[in-house]
């Protein structure tokens, strides 16, 4: 089946700007998934979804940093008032929401985001 | 807080040579460990799991390892071919946490 799907591939924006990042799960994966990615660096924990609400935001940067997930499946990352500091890859990982121990992460191709 | 570090950082060797990736993580409290491999611009694909019960993975020419009271974990690749060639990382899921600590990464080049 088609694995997590992450649109744009690629978005640059001007400083102060606001973008939204869209991340489709695999189907019937019930936890979802943020984080972002610098240069040479590993993946780092944004926020956590089960269902339709967030059940861990704490890795979320600062108030600029919004995610919803309305109907339980596609979520959407905002940013507002982009700064040059935001330009990363950011990551959609969704999973079965098995116990913790077993359950295994599934990543998307992940947004490219540039601020000029 | 827990940290995942990953030695070394980059590593070049010939095809067909076995070799060894090694991460080390500061609180052996996890739920579990997973490698990863990315390849340039791409996302992460999952490559093994191990359950913070279990000692040992193996796929194909990949084995990994756990020695949870210890924090460490290997990832062993066997006859290893320019195609592995990508960056493999190793992750850990903190007991009482659904989020994944990510080390930094090995960057791994397998010459033909």
């Known amino acids: 089946g088609a694995g997590v799907s992450q649109t744009p591939s690629n978005k640059v924006t001007e400083k102060g700007k606001y973008v939204e990042l869209r991340c489709d799960p695999i189907?019937?994966?019930?936890?979802l998934y943020w984080y972002r990615q610098s240069l040479g660096q590993g993946p780092e924990f944004l926020i956590y979804?089960?269902?339709?609400?967030?059940?861990?935001d704490s890795g979320l940067p600062n108030d600029r940093f919004f995610a919803v997930r309305p109907e339980g499946s596609v979520s959407t990352l905002k940013i507002q008032r982009t700064e040059r500091g935001d330009s990363a890859v950011y990551l959609c990982?969704?999973?079965?929401?098995?116990?913790?121990?077993?359950?295994?992460?599934?990543f998307g191709p992940g947004t490219r985001l540039t601020v000029l | 807080k827990q940290e995942v570090t990953q030695i070394p950082a980059a590593l070049s060797v010939p095809e067909g040579e076995n070799l060894v990736l090694n991460c080390s993580f500061t609180?052996?409290?996890?739920?579990?460990l997973q490698w990863f491999r990315q390849d340039p611009g791409k996302g992460l694909t999952s490559l093994l799991l191990?359950?913070?019960?279990?000692r040992e993975q193996t796929s194909g020419r990949l084995n990994a390892s756990l020695d949870k009271s210890s924090g460490r974990s290997t990832l062993y690749i066997a006859a290893s071919q320019p195609g592995d060639s990508a960056t493999y990382l190793c992750?850990?899921?903190?007991?009482?946490?659904?989020?994944?600590?990510f080390g930094t990464g090995t960057r791994l080049k397998v010459l033909a």
């Open positions: 990982a969704s999973s079965l929401a098995l116990r913790r121990e077993k359950d295994e992460q599934f």
């Open positions: 189907s019937g994966h019930t936890a």
């Open positions: 979804f089960q269902g339709t609400g967030a059940a861990d």
């Open positions: 609180d052996s409290a996890i739920y579990n």
């Open positions: 191990i359950q913070s019960s279990q």
């Open positions: 992750a850990v899921k903190p007991s009482g946490t659904y989020k994944y600590i």
